[in-house]
Structures are given as C-alpha cells and as structure tokens.
C-alpha cells in the first residue's frame, strides 16, 4: 500500500516544484542567485545542438496522472519537507548544487562521534540501516536503487583512482550534494559540522578506513575550451574507447552491451541514458572527467584513466556534456528541464527523492519531533 | 559362442582397466577451507595452489568465454604448456590482452575464437583494450592443484598425489602466508588462509 501511495505522490510534488515561483526560487533555496550560477557544479546553459529538444513546459507536469489519488497527508508532508530543505526545490528541477564544505572541518572527538551515531540512526537508518550495510526498513521497496552497504567499502563518487576508497571529502560532498535519481537527497537541512559527524559514522562500518591510508583525489587539470573541434573528437573517442558499447552511438543509454551489464551484487543494472536523466555525479565537465577518470566502483563503470589521457578525457567530457540534459538555473531561477520525456524526469527525479521525503516529512510532524528537538 | 564370451572378456578387461583408472584417480586427498580477505572487495582475485607437485601433466585447453561485458569466469588456474581459448558471445567487439604477459590477440565481434598457449609460470592479468572495466586472471602453476576461490572465499583442491606440500595462496592485491599441508589418500584437509595488506 505504502509503494502506491509513493508513487501515486508523485506527480503532485512535480505540481508543487515546478509552480514555484522562478523569480524567488533562490531565494527560497537560501543560497544567493549570483553563487548558484557561479558554481563550477551548476550545468551552465550550452549552445542548443540538434539532440537537445526545445523546453518541455512545466504544465506538462502538472498534469500527470494519479493526483486524485493523494491523500492530503502525503501533500503536507512533501511541502513540509521542500520547506525546511535549502535547496531542495532546485534540486528537484535538475540543479546541480555545490558540495564543497565552505569550513574547516570539525576535529573527530567524542562529541561528533555521538552526534554522528545519532543523526545516522535518525536520518540514515531507514534506508542504510542499522549496521550500515544497505539493509533498512525502507531497503525492500529500494530494489532498483539498492542503498549503498558502507560495510563493503566499495563507493561509486570517489574523487579517489579506481579500487580506492573515497576521501572524507568526496562522502561530505555526497552527502551535501546528494544523488540525482535516488532517494539519497541532498541533507542540505543539516549544517556542515553534522555533515561532517555523519562522515565519521559512516566510516565506521568498515574496517577498510582503518586499514588503508587516506586516498589522494586525482589531479584533475584545468578543463580545455569546449569548441566544437574538442566536442567532435570527444563524439569519435565516445565511438572509439569503449563508451558506445553501453552507452549507446548517441549515449542514449541503448548500447549493444547495455542489457548484459550486471553490478558487483550481481543485480542487473543499465547504463544512463546520457541525453534524458540526471547524472549521479554531475553533467559538469568538471564532474564528468572525474567520473571517467575514476569510474564508479561496484559496477560496469570503469575507469578509463590507463586508456585514455587526461587530453582525450577532457574531449569525452566535453561531448558527454554536450549531449546531457539542461537544467538552465539562472539568476532569475530555476527553469524547467529541457528534456525529451517528462515521464522519465518525473520518474527519475521525484519519484524517487519523495521515497526519502515522505518518511522524512513524517518524521518532521510535530508529535514526532518533540522527543528529538531537544538536543538539536 | 566362443566369440561371445571373448566379447565378455574383452569387455570386463575394459571395465577393470576402467575401474583401476578411476580408483588411481581417487586415490588422491582433498584440500579444502575458506579464505578471508581484507579488505574483502578485494576477495575475489584469489588463488589457493600447491607450489610445487612433481610430476608431469597432460596440456588442457580451458575457455574464457567474454560474455555479458565481464571475462568467464574472472580467473582459470591452468598449467604450464596449456591452452586458453578465448569466446566472445557478446554482440560487441572484445579485444584480449595482457599487459604483463605481453600478448594482444587482437579485437574481434561475437562468435570468434583464438587461443593462446601459457609457456611461462606466473600470472597473467587479462584485459580488454575496448572495455576497462572487464578484467580477469590467467593463473599458470607448475601442476594442475589449484583453485580460484568462490563468491564466500571457498575453495577445493581435489584428486593431490598424498604427500607433503607447501599450500600457497595469491591475491591480485593482498598478501598471504604459505602453510604445510600433508595429504593422505582418499581424505579431505581443512585448511583456512587469509590475504591482507
């Protein structure tokens, strides 16, 4: 009953993001316009090319089916939760938000051990579980979007070369900036210092961080111009060098390899349709070289740093960002995404982040917060 | 008549021949255990072998088959002198490589096959210059008493010559130590190891 009720929310929460008002979007999102434009992880508009088909009007999503279904509940708690959120909103639309941590990071002592604990069996747990290993109550209905197993040590967003473990860093810009297409939204509600004490949590669950060195983030050298020269031989390695296998010719996700592609869990998994969803990552340069570079441990993503240099990897990263869907956030807001199917938005978008935002909203009611507010 | 019981002769002779070949075969132990890794994602790139087993082996040829964009399986223990052929039924082109053993059978679509024959101890890590992420192992021993371990880091050594022997293990990435292993005929040896950094 609950899996219909989230999916059937759906649409509604797809209603409330894309009414929002664009003029006070970043307002609302807490974060001043000029630094969300200026952010090297914002998708910066590019030069429309014949893939990229003409803005879908919001109102095309506002009138999706299932709307009568909604309890008035399931509303509220969506709302409750995009308000209390920074950011949020922009999330929902495609934004893409900037993780870095803007202070020193607190010292590890015994005080943000504790509080780590506790903010991970509140907010964490439900999904990850417990014991950290993938296993929450909410992990049953998660079957296509498995919550990482911290036990395993094996991370997909590391800034780290392949086999590596991620650095605090990489976990604290996950954890800020969250993951497109899953419930993992970003915890932007929460302020850095407990960002941090959930980053010293979640190392906790495996012994690997104890064992092995703190990893060094690979260098990543300032990014060419993207002209059309470097986009075009980017398009020819993409043929070239092992993308096009899954990714497809036109890295529409239809590759002769991409119904045989399976993850370290032995899931059957599908490679992104490059041009129509949000990336894990990131559709910056920036954020698309390192994905290449590292490669997404635990599943068919490899690293591509021993078969191509860093040169013909910033040309893949210009073309795969050539090619992936616009999120235009500009001064004036957060405009619609520019996509060829809102079906497929919708279902990668929300539909999955409202997994995380019901229980959550449900949890921020005020007959639950009362046991837990007094320590915040 | 005479010619039927001739028939029986010859065949129960066959059958005996049959039946002391199969026994001689099993005359031989067992060795069995599991294997721990730390880190465990690191498990699967492990081999547990009998250094040194005098004697000397017929050549096999074994497949490695690409398939599913990954090599199968991830690592075949083989001898010196023995044959890999290598599949694709995959409906992509797949390319065999190994940077440490030096050979590069080329890149070729779904339903080619080549070979090529291990005459060097050691191991060969198996590439595919296309697709990085597809990696497997050609483990070349001086005896065919070697195995790749399972998803739960089990392994089974079957049919050893009784005697004694050094019980090594491989990782790709990790350490282990040798043990002293005595195997008597027809039984099993229990035997744990562990790989670390």
């Known amino acids: ?376 | 008549m005479k010619s039927h019981l001739a028939h029986h002769l010859i065949a129960g002779a066959l059958v005996l021949v049959a039946i002391t070949g199969t026994a001689r075969a099993d005359s031989g132990g067992t060795i069995e255990g599991a294997v721990t890794a730390r880190p465990a994602k690191d498990l699967p790139d492990t081999v547990v072998y009998l250094k040194s087993v005098p004697g000397t082996y017929p050549h096999r040829t074994v497949d490695i088959d690409q398939r599913s964009m990954t090599f199968v399986p991830h690592i075949v223990t083989i001898t010196v002198g023995d044959t890999v052929r290598f599949l694709n039924h995959d409906p992509v082109d797949h390319n065999v490589n190994s940077p440490d053993c030096h050979y590069d059978l080329g890149t070729k679509g779904q339903g080619s096959e080549r070979s090529h024959v291990f005459d060097k101890q050691g191991v060969c890590t198996q590439l595919c210059k296309v697709h990085p992420e597809m990696l497997a192992y050609v483990f070349v021993g001086q005896n065919p008493y070697a195995a790749a371990v399972d998803k739960d880091g089990h392994y089974t050594i079957s049919n050893v010559p009784p005697g004694k022997y050094a019980l090594e293990v491989w990782n790709a990435h990790l350490k282990g130590e040798s043990q002293q292993v005595t195997v008597t005929a027809n039984s099993t040896t229990h035997i744990d190891l562990a790989v670390h950094r």
């Not at chain 1, 390695?237 to 899954?246: N, Y």
Request: charged fraction near 20%.
């Open chain 1, 1 to 376: 009953m609950i899996v219909l009720r989230i999916v059937a929310v759906s649409p509604i929460i797809a209603t409330i993001a894309c009414r929002g008002h664009p003029a006070t979007v970043a307002e609302d999102a807490g974060m001043s316009a000029p630094t969300l434009a200026a952010s090297p992880f914002v998708v910066a508009p590019a030069p429309a090319s014949p893939d990229v088909v003409a803005p879908a009007p919001c109102t095309a999503i506002t009138h999706g089916p299932g709307l009568e279904l909604l309890g008035e509940g399931m509303q509220d708690l969506g709302m409750r939760v995009l308000d209390a959120w920074p950011n949020l909103h922009a999330w929902l639309l495609g934004a893409e938000l900037p993780g870095e941590p803007t202070a020193p990071r607190p010292a590890v002592d015994d005080a943000l051990r504790a509080r780590g604990a506790e903010l991970y069996d509140r907010h964490c747990s439900i999904c990850h579980g417990a014991r950290g290993d993938g296993t929450g109550p909410l992990a049953v209905i998660l079957v296509d979007r498995p919550p990482r197993d911290f036990t395993a040590g094996v991370y997909k967003l590391r800034t780290t070369p392949h086999r590596s473990l991620p650095t605090d860093t990489d976990l604290f810009r996950t954890i800020s900036r969250g993951l497109h297409g899953t419930p993992m939204i970003p915890w932007t509600n929460l302020p850095e210092r407990d960002r941090w004490a959930l980053v010293s949590r979640l190392k906790t669950f495996s012994p690997d961080f104890i064992d092995e060195p703190a990893p060094a983030s690979i260098a990543v050298p300032p990014p060419p111009a993207a002209t059309p020269a470097l986009v075009e031989r980017g398009q020819h390695l993409f043929q070239t060098a092992g993308c096009a296998s899954c990714h497809g010719a036109s890295g529409k996700g239809n590759g002769p390899g991409a119904a045989l592609l399976h993850d370290a869990a032995g899931r059957q998994i599908y490679p992104r349709d490059l041009t129509g969803t949000l990336y894990r990552r990131g559709a910056s340069m920036r954020d698309i070289y390192i994905t290449v570079r590292t490669g997404f441990d635990g599943t068919p993503m490899a690293s591509f740093a021993n078969s191509l240099s860093p040169e013909d990897t910033w040309a893949v990263a210009a073309y795969v960002h050539s090619i992936a869907p616009r999120y235009g956030v500009t001064a004036g807001g957060v405009a619609c995404p520019e996509i060829a199917s809102v079906d497929a938005w919708e279902q990668e978008g929300v539909r999955m982040a409202m997994l995380t935002m019901i229980p959550t909203g449900w949890m921020m009611q005020p007959h639950q917060r009362s046991d837990s507010d007094g320590d915040d």
